[in-house]
């Protein structure tokens, strides 16, 4: 798999990730290359199929053969929204790559105000939420819990975080060079550093479809992304080590004086409780570790991230080339 393809200076590359998108992948194509060929900004639009079991890959297969600045990517199965991120970036030729949801909740229209940042030598534009539209209170409410610990743990500001970012060249290429498998793409960009400039939106609603994060789906993400990016979870292991050593220390204090005033009850109680609490933080200790000795484990077997199992666009834009 090749880091990163060849560039054409001044080219514009939107990478747009698609699952279960048949309704929104088509409309998406037309709506980002009218708005792009309105503004005379050269681009090109990279789909890339993550295992979607519609018809999704048909719908991008039939844009590639109606508009030449189209292509796409099908993965061999569902990999994820990180991979599907890093495979568009990596079929990405343009001298800058802009990465948002196929399902246009991002505003396309922020993508010619971040080319044009770009265009002033910023070699990271962020996007920025303003608000994130209609959710139930328990998924905001679950959104801020993730995106607070994030932030707190990794010391970047996650609060108004979102996958919509403009990256120059180098940016992505360096990106590109990470071989870690279970990367936090919305956090890395923003590690990496660079001359960075934010553009501020608010997401809309979906036209067509409905949203395939649920909770649980949400939960796993946040579990695997905040291992990915952060050893907070582990130094939790110890804060909950001395939280059990303070705790053991008064409790021993208390019974030795009930023991030497005459005051000390017969029983068990208080010996199972105990027994019963340092059981349990151990046995969360020992989860935390033992998550993260499994991340270890899947980047020490050196799988690919993905696995391409078809394109589309290829022959027009190699006619192009030659």
């Known amino acids: 798999m090749p880091n990163s393809a060849p560039t054409d200076s001044g080219l514009l590359s939107v990478v747009l990730p698609a699952f279960n998108e048949e309704e929104m992948a088509p409309r998406a194509a037309d709506v980002i290359s009218a708005l792009l060929?309105?503004?005379?900004?050269?681009?090109?639009?990279?789909?890339?199929?993550?295992?979607?079991?519609?018809?999704?890959?048909v719908r991008i297969q039939?844009?590639?053969?109606a508009l030449p600045q189209v292509r796409g990517v099908r993965f061999s199965r569902?990999?994820?929204?990180?991979?599907?991120?890093?495979?568009?970036?990596?079929?990405?030729?343009?001298?800058?790559?802009?990465?948002?949801?196929?399902?246009?909740?991002?505003?396309p229209e922020?993508?010619?105000?971040m080319y044009r940042l770009w265009q002033q030598g910023y070699q990271v534009v962020?996007?920025?939420?303003?608000?994130?539209?209609?959710?139930?209170?328990?998924?905001?409410?679950?959104v801020r819990c993730f995106y607070r610990a994030m932030s707190g743990s990794t010391g970047l500001d996650m609060s108004r975080a979102s996958d919509f970012?403009?990256?120059?060249?180098?940016?992505?290429?360096?990106?590109?060079?990470?071989?870690?498998?279970?990367?936090?793409?919305?956090?890395?960009?923003?590690?990496?550093?660079?001359?960075?400039?934010?553009?501020?939106?608010?997401?809309r609603e979906r036209e067509a479809?409905?949203?395939?994060?649920?909770l649980r789906s949400l939960f796993r993400y946040a579990l695997t992304n905040l291992a990915a990016f952060s050893t907070a979870p582990l130094q939790l292991v110890t804060f909950l080590g001395v939280l059990v050593l303070i705790a053991s220390v008064v409790l021993s204090v208390h019974s030795l004086w009930q023991k030497f005033t005459g005051q000390a009850l017969e029983g068990f109680t208080t010996v199972i409780i105990l027994i019963l609490f340092i059981g349990s933080i151990l046995m969360i200790c020992l989860g935390i570790i033992g998550y993260y000795i499994a991340k270890i484990y899947e980047e020490v077997k050196d799988r690919p991230r993905y696995i391409l199992s078809d394109t589309c666009g290829e022959a027009r834009h190699a006619e192009k080339d030659l």
């Open 37 to 57: 060929e309105q503004a005379q900004i050269p681009h090109e639009l990279i789909f890339v199929d993550d295992g979607s079991r519609d018809r999704t890959w």
């Open 62 to 65: 039939e844009k590639s053969r």
């Open 78 to 107: 569902n990999f994820g929204k990180e991979a599907a991120i890093f495979a568009g970036l990596a079929q990405a030729r343009g001298a800058c790559c802009v990465v948002l949801d196929c399902d246009l909740q991002h505003p």
């Open 110 to 113: 922020k993508i010619v105000d």
């Open 126 to 142: 962020e996007g920025v939420k303003v608000s994130r539209g209609k959710e139930s209170p328990l998924h905001t409410l679950a």
């Open 165 to 203: 970012k403009l990256l120059d060249r180098r940016a992505v290429d360096v990106l590109l060079a990470m071989r870690e498998k279970n990367a936090f793409f919305r956090a890395l960009s923003s590690w990496i550093g660079f001359s960075t400039a934010q553009v501020e939106f608010q997401v």
């Open 209 to 214: 479809g409905r949203s395939k994060w649920s």
